[in-house]
């Protein structure tokens, strides 16, 4: 590989790149990484091929003989690690130099909190914004493996997504619960079954069932009980659409379907048997240590999951 010197500092396009190697090193490999950084393999290998370009260095053997570092590679690594370090460190410096807190706060949130009864996300909200009434919140609705992979990146400084897999990238800190059941609508075949609430499993898995598309404790759910999926979605709206067609039975939050219920729309299918409990999470980047502004959040959700434990 022909080297060349870089005479600049890094840039924006620099840290992603960096961002993303620092990534696979730690998967230790392309394939494992995918999951963590939501982009194809083949992106991924673009990405750290174009850094090797820029810093004029072989970073990493990479082929169907695996993955594994070279020595340059190992050297750029930990250079990567104390550079995002010191970015931490500085954003921690400029807030303690105003000494209030400032700037912008990013949460990246799944699922209909509003009406859970345990997750009281919005009294962790009114306390941080009296507590930090300068920093400004910018809140997106995203499928939990965009908020991963916004969090792990740097894009979202919080997300708050169902727990359904481990990754060595992420802070896990426990929240609240939801509990979820397998519905039909009221034009749905099973909607007048008398046996509905203890039908067999081998009833439930001769009709359509909708599920989510990607990673989940949903998705778990589903190939646990054998269900045939399909029709895919991205988010709850789209699956309560499809249980009120009629044509497809899917899981929904109990506390979602309740209002359905009471309009005599919807109808849990087999309760004892398709029933689960989600456990949602906080998630963080990890790092050695967090800016004051996300120390503050978390500290206001850590209260408010003591709520949700007593209920």
């Known amino acids: 590989m ?3 010197l870089l005479n600049r500092r890094p840039g924006n396009v620099d840290i992603r790149q960096l ?3 620092m990534t696979v090193s730690e998967c230790q490999g392309l394939a494992a990484s995918e999951l963590e950084l939501n982009i194809g393999r083949s992106t991924i290998s673009k990405y750290i091929s174009d850094l090797e370009t820029r810093l004029g260095l072989r970073l990493c053997y990479r082929g169907p003989s695996g993955f594994k570092l070279t020595d340059a590679g190992d050297r750029v690594l930990e250079a990567a690690k104390k550079l995002f370090a010191a970015l931490d460190s500085y954003s921690d410096q400029i807030d303690e130099i105003h000494n209030k807190l400032r700037g912008t706060l990013s949460l990246g949130l799944f699922d209909q909190s509003t009406t859970n009864p345990q997750a009281h996300l919005d009294q962790a909200l009114r306390h941080f914004d009296h507590l930090a009434p300068h920093v400004d919140l910018l809140i997106s609705i995203e499928p939990p493996n965009v908020v991963e992979a916004r969090v792990i990146e740097g894009t979202i400084d919080i997300g708050i997504v169902p727990f359904h897999r481990k990754s060595n990238s992420l802070n896990y800190l426990p929240l609240y619960k939801e509990c979820m059941t397998l519905y039909c609508g ?3 075949p099973l909607y007048k079954n008398c046996n509905l609430e203890n039908l067999k499993l081998t009833e439930i898995r001769k009709h359509k069932y909708a599920g989510f598309g990607f990673n989940s404790p949903n998705m778990a759910a589903g190939k646990r009980l054998g269900l045939r999926r399909a029709a895919q979605v991205q988010d709850e709206e789209a699956l309560i659409l499809l249980i009120q067609s009629g044509a497809y039975l899917g899981f929904l939050a109990d506390h979602v ?3 359905f219920q009471k309009k005599n729309m919807v109808l849990p299918v087999s309760p004892k048997k ?3 409990v989600s456990q949602f999470t906080a998630i963080t980047r990890k790092t050695s240590k967090h ?3 996300i120390q503050l959040m978390l ?3 850590k209260v408010s999951s003591k709520k ?3 209920i």
Do not use: D, G, M, V
Request: proline share 0%.
């Open 2 to 4: 022909t080297k060349r």
């Open 19 to 21: 961002q993303i190697f």
């Open 186 to 188: 009221r034009r749905h």
């Open 257 to 259: 379907a309740k209002t």
């Open 274 to 276: 398709t029933k689960y």
């Open 291 to 293: 800016s004051r502004k």
């Open 299 to 301: 500290e206001q959700l």
């Open 308 to 310: 949700a434990s007593k």
